[in-house]
């Protein structure tokens, strides 16, 4: 992405607008041409920017909240009780209540949920979908992210759980199942994980005789690296599935992509204020962090460019944030061209979990650009003190 770095405030994050538009189409594209009755809902949890929250609504994408914040968050950005998706396994009863009698797609995860159902007005017939917990280490060891500890979300299918649960369900006379929520969190993002999803989805309306308006296989995917699965591969590999039981005339299929969409047009750019040698390492510090990027601290690398350089090679190059973390420690160099101060690093691909997780520690939330036609708008200012305060009693 080819920007003036002298005139950013760093560090900064940069949307690449015709990457973002590129991606969401692409979505559409592949659902349309393979399963004609879809709903795609973003997922806040992953990048709740209000400005991204808003491109998304502009591009045909219902809010997929899991959160009382997240849900009235949608509301003010403009988005009906209609057009959310609310998951989750923290609900509070008033707002469940309000959701399902206005029309949002509320898919149920746990026994309280169920037990709320019951003070529904008794005058109307409501919807509402359940989450099903289900062993995916079975059909695919060592891809998902719980293990052989298994998930902690939904209603189990193997101990029984799920059956229960549909059967308190099915004896309240004004609830309607009309759908099944199937997201599994895995660590390969493989197509094993969704033919599996759709394949299971198969067998519980086999098993349990349901009639389904909406499938909901959740998130996970792959998006923006041409070495990965695509949109359209993902959609075939479910549809392959799904036709077995379900007809797109019938069940409306939902995806919940967060990562996919909007991980790949987000850079971060950071400034090298110093560098300094010690007896075992050449420190050069950035006033970014590696809280902004990888606030998890698991990455064990990323895509970068190293701006504004020496020629130089050096052998080895630790690349520091701002913070008094020792562990602040973003990437090691190794034979790259010298950087100095004044240089720039702009790391690629940061835009899943890393505004929403990145905490107010020492410096406040950076400032966020939207990159289109080579002319850059900020979108979130870089918060002072006064943003800080607010609220808060002095």
Same mark, same amino acid.
């Given at each position: 992405?080819?920007?003036d770095?002298?005139? /950013? ?29 879809? $709903?795609?809902?973003? +997922?806040f ?7 991204? #929250? ?14 009382? +914040? ?10 009906? @009780?209609?057009?959310?998706?609310y998951?989750?396994?923290i %609900? ?7 959701a399902?009698?206005? !029309?949002?797609?509320?898919? /149920?995860? +746990?026994q ?7 003070? /529904? ?6 919807? #509402? ?18 293990? $052989? ?5 939904g ?31 895995? @660590?390969?993002r ?11 989805v198969?067998?519980? @309306? ?11 296989? !959740? !998130? !996970? ?27 797109p ?59 504004? #350089? %020496? ?17 602040d420690?973003?990437?090691?160099l190794?034979?790259?061209?010298? /950087? ?6 702009? &790391?690629?691909k ?10 107010? &520690?020492?410096?406040? &939330?950076?400032?966020?650009?939207? @990159? ?18 607010? %609220?808060?009693?002095?």
């Amino acid at each position: 992405m080819k920007v003036d770095y002298n005139n /950013l405030i760093t560090p900064c994050f940069v949307i690449n607008k015709k990457e973002l538009q590129a991606n969401i189409n692409s979505l559409h594209i592949a659902l349309a041409n393979n399963w004609n009755n879809y $709903m795609i809902g973003y +997922s806040f949890k992953t990048n709740s920017l209000p400005w991204l #929250v808003n491109f998304y609504k502009e591009n045909n994408c219902y809010a997929e909240v899991v959160s009382e +914040s997240e849900y009235n968050l949608a509301l003010t950005l403009g988005y009906t @009780k209609d057009k959310i998706i609310y998951n989750g396994p923290i %609900k509070y009863k008033d707002l469940f209540l309000d959701a399902i009698i206005e !029309g949002s797609i509320v898919n /149920l995860d +746990s026994q309280r949920e169920i037990r709320w159902l019951e003070e /529904l007005p008794k005058d109307k017939k409501y919807k #509402v979908g359940v989450r099903v917990n289900y062993d995916i280490e079975a059909d695919c060891p060592g891809e998902s992210t719980c293990g $052989m500890d298994g998930g902690r979300f939904g209603f189990n299918l193997e101990n029984n759980s799920l059956a229960q649960a549909l059967e308190k369900i099915e004896k309240l006379e004004n609830i309607q199942i009309s759908g099944l929520h199937m997201h599994i969190s895995s @660590k390969t993002r493989s197509l094993n994980i969704y033919r599996s999803i759709a394949n299971k989805v198969c067998e519980i @309306k086999r098993q349990f005789g349901l009639e389904l308006e909406y499938i909901d296989v !959740g !998130g !996970g995917f792959f998006g923006g690296l041409s070495t990965k699965p695509s949109y359209d591969e993902y959609v075939r590999i479910i549809k392959d599935e799904l036709e077995m039981e379900f007809s797109p005339e019938e069940t409306t299929l939902i995806l919940e992509p967060g990562a996919s969409v909007v991980g790949s047009p987000i850079d971060y750019i950071c400034r090298v204020m110093d560098v300094k040698e010690t007896n075992l390492n050449r420190f050069v510090i950035t006033n970014g962090s590696r809280t902004h990027i990888d606030p998890l601290m698991h990455k064990a690398n990323y895509f970068s460019n190293l701006i504004e #350089v %020496k020629e130089n090679v050096i052998d080895k190059q630790v690349v520091c944030g701002f913070t008094c973390m020792e562990n602040d420690r973003i990437m090691t160099l190794n034979d790259e061209k010298e /950087l100095k101060e004044g240089s720039y690093i702009e &790391f690629n691909k940061v835009g899943a979990y890393t505004m929403c997780l990145s905490p107010l &520690f020492i410096e406040y &939330f950076p400032t966020v650009y939207v @990159k289109e036609n080579n002319l850059l708008e900020v979108v979130r200012e870089k918060w002072s003190p006064i943003e800080y305060i607010q %609220k808060c009693k002095r």
